[in-house]
């Protein structure tokens, strides 16, 4: 497999929390399982907390693997000399003695989706559940585990590496932290990545800037409402038109989810939940199919025709999906009267990342599309878009708080790092999984909050619950955070004790 089927295999808060916060009711049963019932498996002795520990680590959390886009920019994090603490690189890593605790909560991803289903509520639960986790000592060392470990470290600090769950849980976290009594920061994505965005643009300049993000954060308008308000904020005086794009079904393609991407699969499939043909929300227009220019060998595009016309098309790949959206994308600007040319592309998922590649492929083809020897995109796009990744912005935001409250960690490492996922608790006999072992759709999105119980277990990486291609993609692409996944699973006892097959390669 080389790099570029790899690739293109593994494509994929200021103003806003108020009318979220007014929508989504507190998450009483939770937090109160987590403060008050000792007999609950989610209880955390706050009384005993001392996130004041500077050699406590880090904790980042994300729906899915998606957020080691995040992490690997941290590790790489290189502005400040590490001895005098000044803004001066000493070819040092700023968090090298730095440990983080990474957890991916894939059983219940793709959180985009919660809103659309009606289910604020309950994503919101999920989220606080992963605050949690990293609060708490607790995960199991595998999923037949039958009792949990208590070994972990708790955290000094929560990065939510995700922007859905930044929309949605982000002041939610703080409220709840806040009750706690313990001191903690909470950092989010979107206010950074919105830093990063504006930065782009001089202070008169006028120009748009296209924000594709999960539907959940669309929704939200978590990335539109902040953009406005720090343009007003820091004195920006052009105009600057803010378009969204909800990039439906592409952070499931990345991780593999069965209702969007199925690499088996040779043709359309009865469970595909992904943009179709003339309808649904989120159509395939025939008259663009030119303009998608989609991929079809290895069928990453299931046709039920082996003649160019396809009655039922089902994209099978993250950079279809890509395709798609970011089409879709120009087609809602160059409709758009008096839109301002495409200057800046904020990657509002943190699984976006991994297809840059493939975005800057795809934004080069439509600004060099002609119809009838005419430049279709051209007036609408800068022919140079940034593309905003907004990891360095929350790495900015991290440091920062470790300074101020001299809280770096002089004796650790990076080395240390662990990585956990959440998997389904088939010992719960509510649980209800697919033929492949995950949550089925109709039963992820139809819990409800208040019910407390283990829906999942939260145990380390290995090859029973990552695709061996996503691990694959991981070593090729992020390969720095590959190696500190094989450290864990190199330097931890009880994982090394799992068969051959659930351990990392290293």
Do not use: W
């Not at 600004?367 to 005419?374: A, I, R, T």
Request: hydrophobic share 35%; net charge neutral.
């Amino acid at each position: 497999m080389n790099r570029k089927d790899l690739l293109a295999g593994f494509a994929a808060f200021l103003i806003s929390c108020a009318p979220i916060l007014a929508q989504t009711p507190k998450p009483v049963a939770i937090e109160n399982a987590i403060m008050k019932d000792r007999q609950s498996f989610y209880y955390v002795d706050f009384k005993h907390y001392n996130a004041a520990d500077c050699a406590l680590p880090i904790g980042i959390f994300d729906s899915g693997t998606g957020g080691l886009t995040i992490l690997n920019t941290l590790i790489g994090f290189d502005e400040h000399n590490n001895s005098t603490r000044t803004a001066q690189k000493d070819n040092i890593p700023d968090f090298t003695s730095e440990k983080f605790i990474y957890l991916a909560d894939q059983a219940n991803m793709p959180y985009g989706n919660y809103y659309s289903e009606k289910k604020n509520d309950l994503l919101v639960e999920h989220i606080i559940k992963d605050a949690q986790f990293l609060l708490a000592n607790r995960y199991y060392v595998n999923s037949d585990s039958k009792n949990y470990s208590s070994d972990k470290q708790k955290v000094k600090a929560i990065v939510i590496a995700c922007n859905t769950a930044t929309a949605y849980g982000k002041e939610h976290i703080e409220d709840f932290i806040k009750h706690t009594g313990i001191n903690l920061k909470v950092i989010g994505v979107i206010d950074a990545g919105a830093r990063g965005t504006l930065d782009v643009f001089k202070k008169d300049e006028n120009g748009s800037i296209g924000v594709f993000a999960t539907v959940g954060t669309i929704a939200s308008k978590g990335y539109e409402n902040t953009i406005i308000a720090l343009k007003n904020k820091l004195g920006y005086t052009g105009n600057l038109q803010v378009y969204n794009q909800g990039g439906y079904g592409l952070a499931e393609a990345v991780d593999e989810e069965p209702d969007f991407i199925s690499r088996t699969a040779t043709a359309p499939r009865a469970n595909y939940r992904g943009p179709m043909l003339d309808s649904g929300n989120y159509k395939i227009e025939k008259t663009l199919l030119e303009v998608y220019k989609f991929d079809f060998s290895k069928h990453k595009v299931l046709c039920d025709s082996k003649n160019d016309e396809c009655g039922n098309m089902q994209l099978n790949s993250a950079d279809n999906y890509a395709r798609y959206h970011l089409v879709s994308l120009m087609e809602q600007i160059r409709k758009k009267p008096g839109a301002m040319p495409l200057k800046a592309l904020v990657l509002g998922c943190t699984h976006y990342p991994f297809l840059i590649a493939d975005i800057q492929k795809i934004l080069q083809d439509l600004y060099n599309y002609q119809k009838n020897g005419d430049f279709i995109y051209r007036p609408f796009m800068n022919k140079d878009i940034s593309i905003i990744d907004p990891a360095v912005n929350v790495a900015n935001e991290l440091y920062a708080f470790l300074k101020a409250g001299k809280l770096f960690n002089s004796i650790g490492s990076l080395d240390a790092s662990e990585f956990f996922i959440s998997v389904p608790n088939t010992s719960n006999k509510d649980v209800v999984t697919d033929t492949q072992g995950r949550f089925t759709y109709n039963y992820k999105y139809g819990r409800n909050a208040g019910e407390i119980q283990e829906y999942v277990k939260v145990v380390p990486f290995s090859r029973a619950n990552i695709p061996s291609e996503t691990l694959e993609r991981i070593k090729t692409i992020i390969p720095s955070t590959y190696k500190l996944i094989t450290n864990f699973h190199r330097n931890n006892p009880k994982i090394r004790t799992l068969p051959e097959a659930d351990k990392i390669k290293q």
